[in-house]
């Protein structure tokens, strides 16, 4: 017994002398005179005391001791296995209802459209463990994407190599483009990833001056007010409302890498070439001649627009939306069957032609919504139409009344939305084709310009204000038109997460089937149920 225990004395000793020659190694660093003989000694030690306790240890392998000895080793190495594949490969599960910290699938769609390598150096403290996985999800998305942490109070130098004097800064590289990224939100870092990705920003200008939505405010937008309340439809009147401007939309293109400016063409803006896009959204008074024109030139220079226009304004663009094909009907579009809530004024649609446009969208509505129409063919043109309400919708003629009248109304299904190419170097060999058949010559639009140009038009400018845009797939449809206008498809179906209240929205046949279901057809089994129970005990 004294033998043996003064053999486990002496590799208690060899381990310690290993274990200290080990430390000392990794904290002196320059150590290796002292621990080299140290480590030797130890490793001695060590084997010595094993060959002294050979018998002791060949009896604790055997028989039942053994298979004790065996179960044990092999359960540790499962447990170590399993730990050294977590950290190989991470597996996340997000309980939350919201999926508040997962990637939302915009996010992860926009990753993968990323063609450039981008590199992210991210200086963070103790505090932003979270930041840090959310950059740990986005590089797991694409490899094109790749991350490095750094603590700048345990690397100064590489702050200061880099010019970073806090936590929470984050350095975006691609190619010879660098920025810097401050917000640790999902939308920032997605924003910043776009930026030094595509290199180049795109001006998205929204038209002033003319009542349309503003994009800046949270705070004023007009709308229409119905007689039987908040209502965008037909015997409604203009009011003022604090939560009806575009900010949100506004908000949505930013994070997309575009930048938004108001244009006022009333007051001295001779041209529109630094826009991407116009957006004319809602105006509600007619535009002067001398707009008409610099609008018109801007889209005969290859320019693009979209073009909201709600039901009973004039705004003489007419002839400007005229030329790719598309009129603007005098009508208030109600649907009866597939409205929104309560509300017939407002379609909803759930079903769209295929198109960049509409890839992927849920439902949506439009509050207070005229349809437009294409013409006969138009040389040059491409016109498809987009979204098309139901069967049993109408489009109203009068602001004044909600009843079809035969003759006068359209039938449905109407068209809401349409998109239009234009392509003027096309115009001479359509109409060329056109006269060697028997079908009436093409109409050839006066056009000044030689470049592509594309448009969209809905009738309605009501869905992507900050009451609706996030609601369903609203802003996705806004942000969808952009993306096209913009010739950027590939980030069509990217819409930045908003976090708002839950809320179930259902439309008009969705209300009445539930009702039909909880009130009246559950209760009514119930009932037959109780009295057939009372009858047979009876």
Known sequence: MEKSFRSILILLAGAALLLTAIALDAIVLEGGAWTVPLGILGAALVLWSLYLLRVEMTGLVKHRRGEIALFTVGVIGVLVALAYFSTRYTVRYDLTHEKLYSLSDQTVTMLQSIEDPVHITFFHDSGMRETVELYELMASQTDKVTVEFFDPMLNPAQARLRGVQFPGT?????????????????????????????????????????????????????????????????????VIHETHGMAKARHGLETLNYVVEKV?????????????????????????????????????????????????????????????????????VLDPVSHFWADASSPAVTQYNRHQVTRGLPLTFFPGVRSVSPTERVAGTSVTALVNTSNKSFGETSPDRIEFNEGEDMTGPLTIMVASTLRPERVADELAVSRTTDDSPLPSPHIEGSAKSRIAVIGDSDFATNSFFHVLGNGNLFLNAMNYLAARENLIGVEPRTYDPPRVNLTNRQMKGTFLLSVVLLPAILAIIGIAVWWRQR
Not at 301 to 316: C, H, K, R, S, Y
């Open 170 to 238: 984050a350095l975006m590289q691609s190619g010879e483009r660098t920025i810097q990224i401050h917000g640790p939100e999902e939308t920032d870092i997605a924003n910043g990833l776009l930026r030094v990705s595509l290199g180049v920003q795109q001006t998205i200008c929204f038209l002033d001056g003319h009542g349309e939505a503003d994009p800046f405010s949270l705070e004023s937008h007009d709308h229409l007010e119905g007689a039987a309340g908040h209502s965008h439809g037909a015997g409604s009147k203009i």
């Open 264 to 332: 006022a063409t009333m007051s001295g803006v001779r041209s529109l070439s630094q826009c991407a896009v116009l957006v004319v959204a809602g105006p509600k008074l007619p535009l002067l001649p001398q707009e008409v024109a610099i609008i018109s030139d801007y889209l005969d220079g290859g320019g693009n627009a979209l073009f909201m226009i709600d039901p009973f304004v004039q705004t003489e663009l007419e002839t400007v939306i005229g030329k790719y094909g598309i009129i603007l009907d005098n009508n208030i």
